[in-house]
């Protein structure tokens, strides 16, 4: 049973638990997000994260070529090799690629972005981000046969061969689709989607297809992106997908009983 596990990278985000719950399955890809480690590196660059609003309500970071530049240091250069390398304390032979590695995850830039300010809508220029058009699941299939364990995770490229930035939820909904995975867990630093966001007890237990609307509405600026995320890998062909919290202890086997918000 081939599981896709994205591991979010905002700040309350636990990797040990997820990474000890996994070191004990096999035939699972790993997908890791970032952003804080972004947000640090920007800082100390003197380049600190910046995000819009587009006109529907998502929230996305700026990609212009020297925020684009900070992404891929801290995730390719960063948050990835520590992950391969906690999982190899684990006894655990990860191996970390971005999606330009072997051409993994194919993109389209994006273009005719647009974005709200004050209430007026505008162009969002010099952007270089991505819409993900194919993975390489073969790819991942012969490293899962190898006994490799991928770690994958943002940027893609283009067919260009030009580097773009992705969003991470969307890269693992991608890869589970691609891989015809049985479930996606997509663990972050809240137990689920909340009706009430800062009620942690107010988790929605299931999202069916009718339900979707209400989900989508519910969330607000990056949860909405996970949420579209879900949907988009259910209507992929993806059966079950979880947004579930990764802290505690076995976070990947409690998500996987369906503890936090299940869409099917
Ligand atoms: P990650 O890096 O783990 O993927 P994100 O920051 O992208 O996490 O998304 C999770 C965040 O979404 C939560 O910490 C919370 O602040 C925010 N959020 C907005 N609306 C909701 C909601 N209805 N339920 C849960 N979280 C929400």
Same mark, same amino acid.
């Given at each position: 049973m081939t599981i896709v596990v994205k591991v979010g990278g905002a700040a309350g985000n636990a990797?040990?638990?997820?990474?000890?719950?996994?070191?004990r399955r096999d035939d699972y890809v790993l997908v890791h997000g970032g952003s804080e480690a972004v947000d640090r590196l920007g800082e100390a660059l003197g380049r600190p994260s910046k995000y819009f609003t587009s006109p529907s309500g998502v929230v996305?970071?700026?990609?212009?070529?020297?925020?684009?530049?900070?992404?891929?240091?801290?995730?390719?250069g960063g948050v990835q090799t520590e992950i391969v390398a906690a999982f190899a304390r684990l006894g655990v032979?990860?191996?970390?690629?971005?999606?330009?590695?072997?051409?993994l995850l194919l993109a389209r830039r994006k273009d005719g972005m647009r974005e709200v300010v004050d #209430?007026? $809508?505008?162009? &969002?220029?010099? =952007? +270089?981000?991505?819409?993900?058009?194919? %993975?390489?699941?073969?790819?991942?299939?012969?490293?899962l046969g190898l006994?490799?364990?991928?770690?994958?995770?943002?940027?893609?490229?283009?067919?260009? #061969?030009? $580097?773009?930035? &992705?969003?991470? =939820? +969307?890269?693992?909904?991608?890869?589970? %689709?691609?891989?015809r995975a049985e479930t996606l867990l997509l663990l972050t630093n809240v137990?689920?989607?909340?009706?009430d966001r800062n009620d942690p007890s107010t988790v929605l237990r299931s999202v069916p297809k009718e339900g979707v609307e209400e989900a989508v509405a519910l969330a607000e600026g990056r949860m909405r992106k996970k949420v579209l995320a879900?949907?988009?890998?259910?209507?992929?062909?993806?059966?079950?997908?979880?947004?579930?919290?990764?802290?505690g202890?076995?976070?990947v086997e409690r998500a996987l009983a369906g503890e936090g918000t299940v869409f099917s």
């Amino acid at each position: 049973m081939t599981i896709v596990v994205k591991v979010g990278g905002a700040a309350g985000n636990a990797l040990d638990p997820v990474l000890t719950d996994l070191a004990r399955r096999d035939d699972y890809v790993l997908v890791h997000g970032g952003s804080e480690a972004v947000d640090r590196l920007g800082e100390a660059l003197g380049r600190p994260s910046k995000y819009f609003t587009s006109p529907s309500g998502v929230v996305s970071r700026r990609s212009d070529p020297a925020h684009l530049e900070v992404v891929v240091l801290a995730l390719a250069g960063g948050v990835q090799t520590e992950i391969v390398a906690a999982f190899a304390r684990l006894g655990v032979r990860a191996i970390g690629l971005s999606g330009v590695d072997g051409r993994l995850l194919l993109a389209r830039r994006k273009d005719g972005m647009r974005e709200v300010v004050d #209430g007026r $809508v505008l162009r &969002v220029t010099d =952007d +270089r981000s991505g819409t993900i058009e194919r %993975v390489d699941a073969a790819l991942l299939r012969s490293l899962l046969g190898l006994g490799l364990t991928p770690v994958v995770g943002p940027p893609a490229v283009t067919a260009q #061969g030009e $580097v773009v930035n &992705v969003d991470a =939820d +969307r890269v693992a909904a991608e890869v589970a %689709v691609a891989l015809r995975a049985e479930t996606l867990l997509l663990l972050t630093n809240v137990p689920g989607l909340l009706r009430d966001r800062n009620d942690p007890s107010t988790v929605l237990r299931s999202v069916p297809k009718e339900g979707v609307e209400e989900a989508v509405a519910l969330a607000e600026g990056r949860m909405r992106k996970k949420v579209l995320a879900a949907c988009a890998a259910v209507d992929g062909g993806v059966p079950r997908v979880v947004i579930a919290s990764s802290r505690g202890v076995a976070p990947v086997e409690r998500a996987l009983a369906g503890e936090g918000t299940v869409f099917s």
